[in-house]
């Protein structure tokens, strides 16, 4: 069913009026149920720097002037090993239960891809319900809410205190985005934070659900070379430290102890860490009895796979020239069954990376549904392989050679609103 499809009654629109904010808040509010849900919803439309009316996507009962079934875009920029790659995250999505099994969202996402075409895009990003997505293309390739909990017997303290916590300030903000950049510099895959999002974080964010405890890390000096932010909501029962900059051990102890005391003024059963597992205070956690209670991942939508490819041309032709196929010369068949991309490489350089379309057999195949997995180095080419039987490949060689194109990626995504 496409929107010109649609019963009589039921239109599809884009927020255009205050009226409208207000009633996708309430809409919000009702399927995703609080308050403080509303009040996220109404700053993220009105006060987020990146945020556009148009990109809040309705369907309305016109005969009951009712939001019946709402999504939204939300726009990222993500830094890919270096490369700036737009991201368009689908975000509130839900039908009333009264309307639901009719198609709706269905109808939303195709207005959602449209715009997100038109706005350029390469790609789209969920953090949504298990298995859903997939019916649109989506498939889990980027760390999400990642639990390590760790019990507050566990957390002995190590009595130093050689840094103070301070509240961070709203002038704090270029120290914080320089502290930022240097951790995100440890991954392959971030979110870039610009200074604009850092004041919304600070301000309105922290009158709705998204609410933080915001803390400098200063060391005798009184210099901040450091932070970490307390969430007030999310999902689990420990005291939960979503983010932090580098940090050395003595900081993660003193967190640790700062931490354990905070939790149990607010009753909280133990220290939670929503973070990548390879960051050193996951780490830290689980080697004093902390433990991985849970793992969950983005799921991420290629929009164009040519246009994304070019985008990687440089990171492609590096990982070339960084491995025994170094000085290559060959043309490449990228078949994904609906489609095959061509890659012409010339002494290692990519002179052309063109789509093909249909190709009945060629050397590597993968269904498209892998490829985000692949592109975000969520798994590599032998692990699909080992679980896909359509995950093909006829040579060693060709096999050998996606391994380098496509290594295994660390990354986080952290929230901007
Ligand atoms: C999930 C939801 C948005 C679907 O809305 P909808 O308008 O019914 O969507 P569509 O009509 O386009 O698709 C309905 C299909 O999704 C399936 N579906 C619904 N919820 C699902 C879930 N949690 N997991 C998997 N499939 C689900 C339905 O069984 C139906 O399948 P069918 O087409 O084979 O009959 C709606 O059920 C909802 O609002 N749920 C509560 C809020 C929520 O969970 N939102 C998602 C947050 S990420």
């Not at 109808?107 to 969920?126: C, H, N, P, R, W």
């Not at 840094?163 to 979110?191: C, E, G, H, W």
């Not at 607010?266 to 849970?294: D, F, N, W």
């Not at 799921?299 to 590096?318: A, D, S």
Request: charge should be positive.
């Amino acid at each position: 069913m496409n929107s010109n499809q649609l019963p009589k009654n039921l239109v599809l629109k884009t927020a255009c009026s205050k009226t409208d904010i207000s009633r996708i808040a309430e809409f919000n509010k009702l399927i995703h149920e609080g308050v403080a849900v509303e009040l996220f919803v109404k700053n993220l439309i009105k006060k987020h720097p990146t945020h556009a009316e148009q990109y809040w996507m309705f369907i309305e009962d016109s005969d009951k002037k009712l939001v019946v079934s709402s999504i939204c875009l939300i726009p990222w920029e993500l830094k890919l090993c270096g490369i700036t790659v737009k991201a368009a995250e689908l975000g509130f999505v839900g039908t009333l239960a009264e309307y639901r099994s009719k198609g709706l969202i269905n109808i939303l996402m195709q207005a959602f891809f449209a715009q997100a075409e038109k706005d350029g895009y390469t790609v789209s990003i969920i953090q949504g319900i298990p298995y859903y997505y997939r019916r649109f293309g989506y498939e889990y390739a980027i760390q999400l809410e990642n639990h390590i909990d760790i019990e507050l017997r566990h957390i002995t303290g190590s009595g130093k205190k050689q840094y103070s916590f301070v509240k961070v300030q709203k002038k704090d903000t270029p120290t914080l985005q320089k502290l930022y950049n240097r951790r995100m510099a440890d991954y392959d895959i971030s979110a870039v934070r610009t200074k604009a999002m850092w004041e919304y974080l600070l301000g309105p964010a922290q009158k709705a659900d998204t609410v933080h405890d915001n803390y400098m890390i200063k060391n005798k000096k009184n210099e901040a070379i450091g932070y970490f932010r307390i969430a007030h909501h999310g999902f689990g029962e420990g005291l939960m430290i979503d983010e932090t900059s580098c940090l050395n051990t003595v900081m993660m102890e003193e967190i640790f102890s700062f931490a354990r005391t905070i939790a149990e003024n607010r009753e909280k059963p133990s220290v939670q860490l929503i973070l990548p597992l390879e960051h050193e205070l996951s780490q830290y956690a689980v080697s004093c009895g902390g433990r991985i209670t849970m793992e969950y991942g983005w799921q991420v939508k290629v929009l164009g796979h040519v246009k994304l490819f070019q985008l990687l041309k440089p990171v492609m032709e590096k990982r070339i020239a960084q491995s025994s196929f170094r000085g290559l010369t060959k043309k490449l068949l990228f078949n994904f069954y609906k489609d095959t991309i061509e890659f012409e490489i010339q002494k290692g350089s990519i002179r052309l990376i063109q789509s093909k379309g249909w190709h009945e057999q060629t050397e590597v195949m993968i269904p498209p549904f892998l490829v985000p997995q692949l592109l975000f180095g969520w798994k590599n080419f032998s692990e699909l392989k080992s679980i896909y039987p359509d995950v093909w490949c006829s040579e060693k060689k060709e096999a050998a050679l996606f391994e380098i194109l496509f290594p295994k990626l660390s990354g986080y995504l952290h929230l901007m609103y």
